[in-house]
Nanobody, 122 residues
Framework: VQLQASGGGLVQAGGSLRLSCAASGRTFSSYTVGWFRQAPGKEREFVAAITWSGGSTAYADSVKGRFTISRDNAKNTAYLQMNSLKPEDTAIYSC????????????????WGQGTLVTVSS
């Protein structure tokens, strides 16, 4: 399993970005995908997750109502639509496959993609 995040960039506060998480392999449609972020000098934190079918999602309180996670299993890709971006959203965003356990814990994920940098200017 290989995951690759893309779509980051520089955006002004209030703007939007859509991140993509492209997965290799034929098992993408069988696992939950999570997005995490890590800001400079801070620990990695949970952002959002979506089950294999897309039927269930979860969000960190800090992004609820602004970010939307989705997936297209036919394209082996998960997405993170980020609206109303704030400077505090600046971080490296990574996607990962849930191995088992809590969606909110980075330790529950086994395969991680290289992250993509999101910078929100004020």
């Amino acid at each position: 399993v290989q995951l690759q995040a893309s779509g980051g960039g520089l955006v002004q506060a209030g703007g939007s970005l859509r991140l993509s998480c492209a997965a290799s392999g034929r098992t993408f449609s069988s696992y939950t995908v999570g997005w995490f972020r890590q800001a400079p000098g801070k620990e990695r934190e949970f952002v959002a997750a979506i089950t294999w079918s897309g039927g269930s999602t979860a969000y960190a309180d800090s992004v609820k109502g602004r970010f939307t996670i989705s997936r297209d299993n036919a394209k082996n890709t998960a997405y993170l639509q980020m609206n109303s971006l704030k400077p505090e959203d600046t971080a490296i965003y990574s996607c990962a496959r849930l191995r088992g356990g809590s969606w909110y814990s980075a330790g529950s994920y086994d395969y991680w993609g290289q992250g993509t940098l999101v910078t929100v200017s004020s």
